[in-house]
Each structure stands twice: as structure tokens, then as C-alpha cells.
């Protein structure tokens, strides 16, 4: 055949593009760059190989993430999957456990890939609860359970491994010269590119990403199109999974942390758009091999040369430098905002073109609509929510409010907490000891109550809880700064980061979710960073005032005990207690009963109204995120006074419990909804049933490993119930249904 | 016909209004008139250019040429906030109210009245009722959640919080188009108790019936550009709809023209 001129002329290629060829060259020059700098590690083929073998894990999780993100949708869930599905072959096939065969094996690691496919898929569709809260319950979950089912120990098997060499060669070099793994990855891009391209199933995916409702009425499948794209995902992860045991012969607890982060990274950064309905599969492969070369990149030591004085006599010693291990997380979450932004702010505005038409000295060609760059979805709202407050009387009324949940169950904790140890319970010290937990939870949740109300989130305030918490100690111990100087640094930290979340979600229009969520990695980075190779405990006792008893601080200025009820009083208030009311009266008096109040449910409950009404929108959510990371930067200062001393893993989970407490509490995952009572309250449930689970009952007491997987289930639990029975009003449905019944009923007997 | 004798400023005067996106051409040369307590239906085909015409109108969008005179005076909107102040208010066809807020709140959304550094929720809600009861709408009550409410009501609400301005103009943007039938007939009436109080209305609608029900006066447009203009009292559906199908820009007539030419 020669030409077909009567056709539409030649169709736009689809497996790859432009987009790909410029993530290949820059992939040449980073590695070329690596090669001048270190010959040593990048210079041979091994070091080549080597990098493509670590990268097709990642690869493999990229082509089930495309399909996710394709869809508009976002799975966090993978770095757990991937871990998880490490112990369970291990629990599996390992001698000291079950002592099966790899058969058994793997079909216990997909069957457990296949049920968290299916639950993300079935929260996020039938059950409406938003992907990012939904998958990073997951997440946090599956980290629950890779700690509580391995204790934190790594699993090997090396010796029985050496039976089954048919799998565990899948790890290894073949007759070739290459690792197995490459092939197994390459084979999944050409296969997910084709189909996610080339078929119906790949075309549907898109549909449903730009534009859900419009491919319902096409009678597109599109809830099973999401199920599918969240199995495709979590088999992709298990796939990684296996690969890894087959390499390592062995799992360890932190196998796939931050995998989620490096995969996200990778899709977007291979021509993914956050919004949906763009993506190709070759592309995030291209750049899961980028984004894990700048992984190795900052990991890897480089030689350099330093200079030392040894009596008078400058002396110049050979020695490597390595970054400290939180900056790559740091890096790698901001190469992911910067990667999310040039999909609206560079290729929709036509940056390249204008740029080469300017350096021609061409007319540069039209930018695109400026005002058509919304990276922000449509909010989703959840059902409508029925006015049930409105016409319940008495004791009906306070259960139609949006927090009797939270305050019913708050109560009826702690009297179970007391039923089970009448001994203790009830006893001054624990109940300061559970004053102490509240504090920290319930100023997260104040300010969190802010962020939700006006329909953002806030992933990063365990994060910024941490950085402040370091900063501080930094401050104190390293640089040596008295208490006040300490405490405003800490204080601005806080504010800095919350700062740079309103940036990025008002300004850059970011949907918040994966702003806080960079944040949320560079704020924990930045963390260890800090406090890599540092003691961080030891300073001025005048500064850990702000974590004692009002009793201690008695006795520290030589105060004499008041005694009586005001002594006991002492024992039980401490100074964080009253800081974190004093936080809340203000907190809640704005929201209640000012106007910023009124202007953060509007903004909440429909931003485009508020803008129409008059009311700067950007404003409000700006200061929401700078309260809200206030808040957490309080709970950092408070964290360290309390302890003494600054533990990098303070402040870890409490994201999770903060949500779950607004959300208990009465916010609504959609905005518009929340109040610091509720909060409050909703924040006493989880500090109680953190302490119920923890308690000692007649010797036994669970590890906290799994009361985290607890709390995952009470934050899914505690949205659902928000989307489906206060926002859908289920229980006002069924109710009114009885009464109908009931009145036919009255109406056949007086028949 | 009284509108011979004496002639007032037209409350609002589009002249010669010119919009282009890019390289499609959204409106090109459209007038418009409106005089105060007139109803004027806006009609045409899809892409007509109608809400286009009123988002120039309220400074949602801006003109590329042409001008906008409010009460004779020459005007530059920037926002929709600014004609707002010159008494111009729009209801939106999805009503722009805040579903999880009370009706109150709706009605004072963005300028809640304050005491000292407090919401004045006393002074809210009476005020929120008096309009209410003026607009002589269904809403049992102003403490009662927007979406919890149907959506005749929620459109109620809407027009109250347009009232509640003291406007001088209001554009309805398709009111009729998610409505019952019972809500449509609650709606005309409203419309033509807001007519009692001598506001002009613009409407934009598809339904024929409904203008033909208010209005004193329907305006085609077609393309972007003016096919025609009549009185209600002097033409019938047939001929607007006619208008509509097979009117050009160069047969255009204007509602003066066409009645002293059936005259």
C-alpha cells in the first residue's frame, strides 16, 4: 500500500510521545553526570544493571499506578502491599512458621494483593469515602501489620530457598547477563502499555478519568473500571512483592517504605495527570528509572576531599560524603510537587513552544485560556444531609447533632475503661497520664477541625509536629538558644510549613491532598536530617516547663503545695492541658461565632458560591492551613518538653488520629462541617481508645503496632458513618419508613 | 401604548458589544435595552451568546469593544462584585448557595452582619425572615440546612439572597430549567411580585411559555448577534419561535419597529 488519501490523515501515536523522549534524554545526562562524578560506581556496566534491576520493582508498581491515577483516582496503598506481601510469604514458606512450599506461598500473597485491591476499590467506589483517605488508611494499616506480624525482626530463609530454584532464580542474573527482574518488568510495561492503549479496557479507563459522569451515561462500568484499575495496582504491587522475596530470600519490616512516594513520583512524572485521564505506561516507566536514578543518586557517598588542621599543618584526607538519610525522602517529595505542577503550568500554557518560537524570534503562539487551568477537580460532595436538628425535640435533639457521636462515645469509653480496671482507672495519675495523650491529639485536631471545615486536608501535621519538635531541640541543645528564642523558632517552623501548603494548594491550585502529602514527606525528612547522628536531649529544664504538672513546676520554683483539692488539681492539670484549652476557647469562639468562622463553612461547604458572595476564598483556606500546622508545631514543642528529649518518631500516626477525631467529632471529609467541640470530643475517643487498648488487662496488653492497625479501621469506620448515615441521613430514612408502616398499620385496624 | 408618551433612561444599555474567545467569536455588534420594572426574555439557540451577554453584563466577563451604560452612565465592570454595587444582581442556574449552611446564613452569605467582633446571628435571622416574608416565598424557615431543602425552595432562597440587595436589575439564568411544575408556577409569581416592586428582570430560558407568562418584552439573539426584538403584548410564540429558527441580523427588527410596522 502505497498512501490512503481519503483517510484522516496519520493517527497520533499512543504508546509513546515527545513527553518520553525527554525523560530518556534527561535520564542520559543525569547518568552521564553521575558517570564524571563518581566512575567508581556509575562507570560500568554493572552499576547499569544493577540500577534497571532495583528500579523494576518500581517499574511494576508504575504500570498499576498509571491505571489508578488514569482513572482519577490515587492508591497510597502500594509501599504497604509490596511489604506486606514480603511477610506473608515469609509467615508462609519460612520454617519457623507454616514451612509450606512457594506454591502455597504465592497464592496466600495474591489472594492478600487481590483482597487489598478489592477493599480500596470497594471503599473508594460503592462506598464513596474519597481515594487518598481511604488508601492511606490502608497504608497505615498494612504498616501495622508488617510491625505487629514480624515484630519489627527481619525474616530469612536462605537455606530453604535453595530447594525452590525455580523461583528464586526469578531474583537472579540469567544465562543472558541480565537480572530476571528487568524481563519480568519490561514484560509488564509492554503488556499494561498495550492494553492501558491499545484496548477497550484502556479506553474506558480514560473516560472514566476525564469525566465520570458523561462516561456513566455512556454506560461506561465505571465503579467496575476503578475496582479494576485498584486490582491491577495492588496485583502489580504483590508482583514487586515477590520479586523482592525471590531477591533478598528474605523480608525485613521496612521493605516498600516510601514506595508509594517513588511510585506517585514516577507516574506523574512520566506524563500522568493528577486530574485524571492522561497517562501512559511507557512513560511511567521511563520515570520510575528517573526518579529511583535520583533516589541512588542522593543515596550514594561521594568522594571528596577535606581539609583538616593537625598541629598548625593544613592536611588534606580523602573521605566520602553521604546525605543523612531523611534527605531523600525531603527531595523526593518536593520533586514530586514540582512534577505535579508542570502538567497545568508548563505543558497547558504551552511554556516549551512560547519559549523556542521566542528564541527563533518567532511570534510566540498563543498561550492557552489562562483561566482554564484548574487543577482542582470538581469538590465531590458526599449525599445531601438532611436537616434532621431542625424538627427532633428533647433528647432527639442532641442526637441529631452532628457531634453526639463522638460525646455518647467519649462517655461510654471511659466508663468502659473503668468497668474493666475499677482499680486504677478512675485514680489521679492515669487520668493525668490521659490528659498528657489528649493534649497532643486534640490541638491536631483543632487545628485540623479548621483545614477540614473549609474542604482541605491536612496529611502533614504529624510531620510538622516532628519538624518542629526537632527544630526546637536543635535550637536548645545544638545552637544553645534559651527557651523563648527556642520556642518562637519552633513556632515559625511550623508556620513556615504551613505556609508553603497554602502556597501550593490556594496559589498553585493544588488539590491539598498531594501538597500536604509532599510536605508530609519533606517535613519528616527534614526531621531526621536534623537530628541525624545528634543526641537531642538535656537542656534548659525552664523550657520543659510546658510539659509538666502545675504541681512540678510548683516545686521547681520552690513553691510550697497548695494541698487539698488544689493539690491534686496540681497533679492532674499541667501547663500543656491549659495551653491546648486556651487554644481550643479561642479556636472554637472564632469558629462559632465570628465571621472568619461563617467564611470557612461557606468556603467548605461551596466555594464557588463564596466566591460569588464576595468572601476571598484563598484567604480562608490560606489561614486554615496556617493555623493548622500552628497547632501541630504546638504539639511538637509540647512533645519534646514532655519527654525531655526529641524521638524522630514523635508525631508518627497522629495524621490518622487527627482526622479520625475531626471526623467523629462531626466534620464531614467534603467541608463544610466541624466544630471544636466535636473535635474535642472526637479527639477524647481516640485517646481512649488508645489507652483501652493498651491497657493491661489481666496481663494482657496489645502492642502498638496493632492498636495503629485498630485506629486505621476506626478512621474508615468513622467516614463511612459521616458519608453514609450523617450525610445521607440513613437512619432518618429508616426511621420515617417505620413511621409509615406504623401509621398503615393503625390505618388497617381502624379499617 | 403608554410607552410612546414619555420615554425614560433605559436602566441598563448595551451598545455595540463585541466578544471574542480566541479565534471563535462569541458576540459580535449586540444590543440591548432594558428599562426599569421591564421583564425581558432572552432567547435564542444554544451558543447564542446569551450568557455570555449577561456575564459582560456583570463584569464576569469583560468586553472586547462596545459599551455598558448603567442609568445612562458609562461603566467598566471588573468583577461581579462591583455591578453588584450598582444594584445588578445575577441568580446562577445551580443557585450558588452553601448546602451546608442554614438558609440565613445563605441569605447574608459573605456579609453576615457583625456586633463587635461576633456574627449578630439575632440580627441575621430577622432580617433574613423580613425579606422572606416580603418575597412572600415557602421557606418555613431561615434556620433550616440549603440542602435540605428542594430545589424550587433552594431557587427561593436564592432569589430571596438577590432581594436582600435591594437590587435594581436581577438575571435569572435559566430558572426554570431544574424546576416542577408546581415550583414554576410559584416562580412566575414571585417574578412578577418582584416586578410589583419595579425591579427589572432580565431571563434567560428556553421555555417560551414562561416569558410569554411575565415578560413585557423577548430578545433573539442568534450567532451572537441581534435576529430580533418584540413586545409581548404584539407578537405570539409562533413568530418569536420563527425568529429564532429563520431570523438574520440584516431582517432585525427592533419591538418600536415592528409595531408601527403592523400598525
Not at chain 1, 520454617?95 to 506461598?105: L, N, S
Not at chain 1, 544553645?480 to 518562637?488: C, K, S
Not at chain 1, 493498651?694 to 485506629?711: D, K
Not at chain 2, 418600536?256 to 400598525?263: I, N
Request: glycine share 12%; proline share 4%; net charge positive.
Amino acid at each position: 500500500m502505497t498512501t490512503v488519501p481519503s483517510g484522516p490523515g496519520r493517527r497520533p501515536m499512543q504508546l509513546i510521545g515527545g513527553w518520553e523522549a525527554g525523560l530518556a534524554i534527561m535520564m542520559v545526562l543525569l547518568y552521564v553526570v553521575g558517570t564524571i562524578l563518581n566512575p567508581r560506581f556509575f562507570g560500568s556496566a554493572d552499576a547499569l544493571m544493577s540500577l534497571l534491576r532495583d528500579s523494576a520493582r518500581y517499574g511494576v508498581m508504575a504500570v498499576g499506578m498509571t491505571f489508578v491515577i488514569a482513572n482519577k483516582d490515587l492508591d497510597l496503598s502500594v509501599g504497604s502491599t509490596f511489604g506486606l506481601v514480603g511477610v506473608v510469604f515469609a509467615l508462609v514458606f519460612n520454617t519457623a512458621h507454616f514451612d509450606m512450599g512457594v506454591v502455597p506461598a504465592i497464592i496466600a500473597c495474591i489472594v492478600l494483593g487481590t483482597i487489598i485491591g478489592l477493599t480500596n476499590g470497594v471503599l473508594v467506589t460503592f462506598l464513596r469515602v474519597p481515594a487518598f483517605i481511604a488508601t492511606l488508611t490502608m497504608l497505615f494499616i498494612g504498616r501495622g501489620f508488617i510491625l505487629g506480624l514480624t515484630g519489627g525482626q527481619s525474616i530469612l530463609y536462605p537455606i530453604k530457598a535453595r530447594d525452590y530454584q525455580w523461583f528464586f532464580n526469578l531474583g537472579e542474573t540469567n544465562a543472558w547477563g541480565f537480572n530476571n527482574q528487568i524481563f519480568i518488568a519490561l514484560a509488564a510495561v509492554a503488556i499494561g502499555a498495550v492494553v492501558l492503549a491499545k484496548t477497550r479496557w484502556g479506553y474506558e479507563t480514560f473516560a472514566t478519568g476525564g469525566n465520570e459522569q458523561a462516561a456513566i451515561y455512556a454506560g461506561i462500568p465505571t465503579r467496575w473500571v476503578r475496582i479494576r484499575a485498584y486490582l491491577l495496582s495492588s496485583w502489580c504491587a504483590t508482583i514487586a512483592g515477590l520479586m523482592a522475596v525471590a531477591q533478598d530470600k528474605g523480608t525485613s519490616p521496612q521493605t516498600g517504605l516510601m514506595a508509594e512516594l517513588i511510585v506517585i513520583a514516577a507516574v506523574i512524572i512520566g506524563g500522568a495527570s493528577i486530574l485524571g485521564g492522561r497517562g501512559r505506561i511507557i512513560g511511567s516507566y521511563f520515570g520510575a528509572l528517573l526518579v529511583f536514578l535520583i533516589n541512588k543518586v542522593l543515596r550514594e557517598s561521594w568522594p571528596i576531599t577535606r581539609t583538616v588542621e593537625i598541629n598548625g599543618v593544613e592536611v588534606q584526607v580523602q573521605s566520602t560524603f553521604t546525605l543523612p538519610a531523611g534527605a531523600v525522602p525531603a527531595f523526593i517529595g518536593i520533586l514530586l510537587i514540582i512534577a505535579v505542577l508542570i502538567e497545568p503550568y508548563v505543558i497547558r500554557r504551552r511554556v516549551p513552544e512560547r519559549l523556542w518560537a521566542k528564541l527563533r524570534g518567532l511570534p510566540p503562539p498563543p498561550a492557552a485560556d489562562a483561566g482554564g487551568v484548574a487543577i482542582e477537580g470538581v469538590q465531590t460532595k458526599g449525599a445531601m444531609a438532611s436537616d434532621m436538628a431542625y424538627d427532633a425535640r428533647g433528647i432527639g435533639k442532641f442526637f441529631a447533632r452532628r457531634d453526639a457521636l463522638a460525646i455518647t462515645l467519649a462517655t461510654l469509653l471511659w466508663v468502659i475503661g473503668l468497668a474493666l480496671r475499677p482499680d486504677y482507672w478512675w485514680h489521679l495519675p492515669n487520668t493525668f497520664a490521659l490528659l498528657l495523650n489528649y493534649t497532643e491529639v486534640a490541638l491536631i485536631a483543632v487545628g485540623l477541625t479548621y483545614v477540614i471545615a473549609a474542604g482541605d486536608i491536612d496529611l502533614s501535621v504529624g510531620a510538622v509536629l516532628a519538624l518542629s519538635g526537632s527544630v526546637t531541640a536543635y535550637a536548645l541543645k545544638v545552637v544553645g538558644l534559651d527557651p523563648g528564642t527556642a520556642i518562637v523558632i519552633g513556632l515559625c517552623v511550623g508556620l513556615l510549613a504551613g505556609t508553603i501548603n497554602g502556597v501550593l494548594t490556594v496559589m498553585f491550585g493544588l488539590p491539598a491532598f498531594i501538597a500536604t502529602l509532599g510536605m508530609f514527606y519533606m517535613a519528616r525528612g527534614v526531621a531526621s536530617w536534623i537530628t541525624a547522628g545528634q543526641q537531642l536531649t538535656g537542656w534548659s529544664e525552664y523550657f520543659n516547663v510546658l510539659g509538666r504538672k502545675i504541681g512540678d513546676i510548683l516545686e521547681l520554683y520552690g513553691l510550697p503545695d497548695p494541698g487539698g483539692f488544689l493539690g491534686a488539681l496540681a497533679d492532674v492539670v499541667s501547663v500543656q492541658t491549659v495551653w491546648m484549652i486556651l487554644v481550643a476557647v479561642i479556636a472554637g469562639t472564632v469558629i462559632g461565632f465570628m465571621p472568619y468562622g461563617q467564611r470557612l463553612y461557606a468556603t467548605g461547604g461551596n466555594r464557588r458560591a463564596a466566591d460569588y458572595a464576595g468572601i476571598n476564598t484563598g484567604r480562608v483556606r490560606f489561614f486554615a492551613f496556617l493555623f493548622c500546622a500552628l497547632c501541630a508545631s504546638m504539639a511538637g514543642l509540647i512533645n519534646i518538653a514532655y519527654f525531655r528529649s526529641f524521638n524522630p518518631i514523635a508525631g508518627q500516626f497522629r495524621e490518622l488520629d487527627g482526622i479520625a477525631a475531626v471526623i467523629i467529632g462531626g466534620g464531614s471529609i467534603f467541608g463544610g462541617y466541624g466544630t471544636i467541640i466535636g473535635a474535642l470530643a472526637g479527639a477524647g475517643v481516640i485517646t481512649l481508645i488508645r489507652a483501652l487498648l493498651q491497657l493491661n488487662v489481666e496481663g494482657f496488653s496489645m502492642p502498638q503496632h496493632w492498636v495503629n492497625v485498630f485506629l486505621g479501621v476506626i478512621l474508615i469506620i468513622a467516614v463511612l458513618i459521616d458519608i453514609w448515615v450523617r450525610q445521607a441521613n440513613i437512619i432518618g430514612e429508616l426511621r420515617a419508613s417505620l413511621r409509615i408502616a406504623r401509621r398503615r398499620k393503625k390505618e388497617d385496624a381502624n379499617v | 401604548m403608554s410607552e410612546t408618551t414619555v420615554k425614560p433612561t433605559p436602566i441598563i444599555q448595551m451598545q455595540g458589544i463585541h466578544k471574542s474567545f480566541g479565534a471563535v467569536q462569541a458576540l459580535g455588534d449586540v444590543n440591548l435595552k432594558l428599562y426599569p420594572g421591564e421583564v425581558l426574555g432572552l432567547v435564542g439557540d444554544n451558543s447564542a451568546g446569551k450568557s455570555t451577554l449577561m456575564k459582560i453584563l456583570t463584569g464576569a466577563y469583560h468586553r472586547d469593544t462596545g459599551s455598558v451604560l448603567v442609568d445612562g452612565k458609562a461603566t467598566h465592570f471588573r468583577n461581579p462584585h462591583e455591578s453588584r454595587d450598582s444594584g445588578i444582581e445575577m441568580i446562577y442556574q445551580d443557585f450558588a448557595l452553601c448546602g451546608n449552611m442554614d438558609v440565613g446564613q445563605n441569605i447574608f452569605l459573605g456579609r453576615w452582619p457583625r456586633r463587635g467582633p461576633f456574627v449578630d446571628r439575632k440580627t441575621m435571622y430577622s432580617e433574613a425572615d423580613k425579606v422572606l416574608k416580603r418575597l412572600k416565598v415557602d421557606v418555613n424557615s431561615v434556620f433550616q440546612r440549603v440542602e435540605s431543602l428542594s430545589g424550587g425552595r433552594q431557587q427561593s432562597v436564592a432569589i430571596a439572597r438577590a432581594i436582600s440587595f435591594d437590587p435594581r436589575v436581577v438575571i435569572l439564568d435559566e430558572p426554570t430549567a431544574n424546576l416542577s411544575v408546581m415550583a414554576t408556577e410559584r416562580l412566575l409569581e414571585t417574578m412578577l411580585e418582584l416586578k410589583k416592586h419595579g425591579v427589572a428582570q432580565i431571563i434567560i430560558s428556553h421555555r417560551l411559555q414562561d416569558i410569554f407568562a411575565v415578560g413585557d418584552r423577548v430578545m433573539v439573539l442568534k450567532r451572537g448577534e441581534n435576529v430580533g426584538d418584540r413586545f409581548i403584548a404584539h407578537t405570539t410564540e409562533q413568530e418569536v419561535l420563527q425568529i429564532i429558527v429563520s431570523g438574520t441580523p440584516e431582517n432585525a427588527l427592533t419591538a418600536e419597529q415592528a409595531v408601527a410596522e403592523a400598525a
